[in-house]
């Protein structure tokens, strides 16, 4: 058995790669959040000045990564990959942002857990000493998950009340195998969890059960136990889901106290109209690029294990009677090797 195999899905690096610099952009709803101030850009325009929502979805991402590179004071050109994903069909916002950088690039889908997915990929490649430079970036927007998922924003239909709002929003991370931290300690990769949920407006209950599976996983593989950390972070579960998870704990004897959701972070509940919380890719990439890795880095948090929940279905798939794949990917991060 690798040592670097923990129990049965966890990965512990070696050699963890520093976080050298990450950036957030968001939209204008997410920027009125209670997060807004810790955001890099905030636009007021949905289409971030394009002529579509799609083409608004590439230039968050080409601005937040163009904000990561500065921040940790690189060139594209000197990434040894780079990876990232997005909710829209074939991943377009990721890679048509990415088709003029000339750098190696691994498209991914994990719906809402794909920064997770990303972040941990690119840790583990320069763990291996297959490069000295990566990048992990993931976004969504509101009307491009709309138009796709449900119906287009024309139509104006209702929301259900277990319906969450997907964000407008983008997060990049840089990482070196060098660096003054903080660091990717461990990777626990989610297995497919299907409890049979139908329902395309209540993603918080099909992911929940994903969660419970990577967490219980982690904590067994690892030894741990969920106060080592000083913040346990999901995205996106929202309202719902969180609730579900901590009950399955619950059940168990386990209380949590350093618990929270991306998807209740992002937004105000009592004060923007968000149903259940917020949801999609740049949920969580934008929460963690724009407090948790800053947090680590002030010493605020010395551990955190931010753990990105995906819905791994389609529209196509809903209509063929098909219920609703949970994934969930958890990193550990931390503010020493």
């Not at 049965?8 to 204008?28: E, Y």
């Not at 990105?308 to 990193?331: D, M, N, Y």
């Amino acid at each position: 058995m690798s040592e670097k195999k923990l129990g049965s899905q966890t990965f512990a690096l070696a050699c963890p790669p520093s976080l050298l610099g990450w950036a957030s952009v968001v939209g204008k709803k997410e920027g009125d959040g209670p997060l807004g101030a810790n955001f890099d850009l905030i636009s007021q325009d949905s289409y971030f000045g394009e002529k579509t929502w799609e083409k608004a979805e590439r230039a968050m991402q080409r601005l937040a990564l163009t904000q990561a590179l500065e921040k940790s004071g690189l060139a594209a050109v000197s990434l040894d990959a780079l990876f990232g994903g997005d909710l829209n069909n074939q991943c377009i916002a990721t890679s048509y942002a990415a088709r003029s950088l000339g750098v190696p690039f691994f498209g991914l889908y994990g719906a809402c857990s794909t920064m997770a997915e990303s972040l941990a990929l690119a840790a583990l490649l320069l763990d291996g000493g297959f490069g000295t430079q990566t990048a992990a970036i993931a976004s969504s927007h509101f009307c491009t998950a709309e138009r796709q998922y449900r119906t287009p924003l024309e139509y104006g239909g209702q929301r259900t009340p277990t319906a969450q709002w997907t964000a407008t929003a983008s997060g990049a991370v840089i990482l070196g195998q060098n660096g003054p931290g903080p660091y990717v300690t461990h990777v626990t990769a989610g297995k497919i969890v299907d409890r049979g949920i139908k329902d395309a407006n209540n993603m918080g209950a099909a992911m929940a059960p994903a969660a419970y599976d990577t967490l219980k996983t982690h904590f067994s593989d690892t030894g741990r136990t969920p106060d080592f950390y000083d913040l346990i972070v999901t995205g996106d579960l929202g309202k719902l889901g969180k609730a579900l998870l901590e009950e399955l704990f619950r059940q168990d004897g386990v209380e949590f106290s350093n618990y929270n959701d991306c998807g209740l972070m992002l937004f105000d509940l009592e004060h923007q109209d968000v149903h259940c919380g917020g949801s999609g890719c740049g949920c969580s990439a934008s929460v963690l690029t724009g407090v948790l890795l800053d947090g680590v880095k002030s010493g605020q948090y010395q551990n955190i294990l931010f753990c990105a929940t995906g819905a791994l279905h389609s529209p196509t798939a809903l209509g063929q009677g098909e219920s609703i794949p949970g994934i969930c990917h958890a990193v550990a991060i931390s503010n020493t090797r």
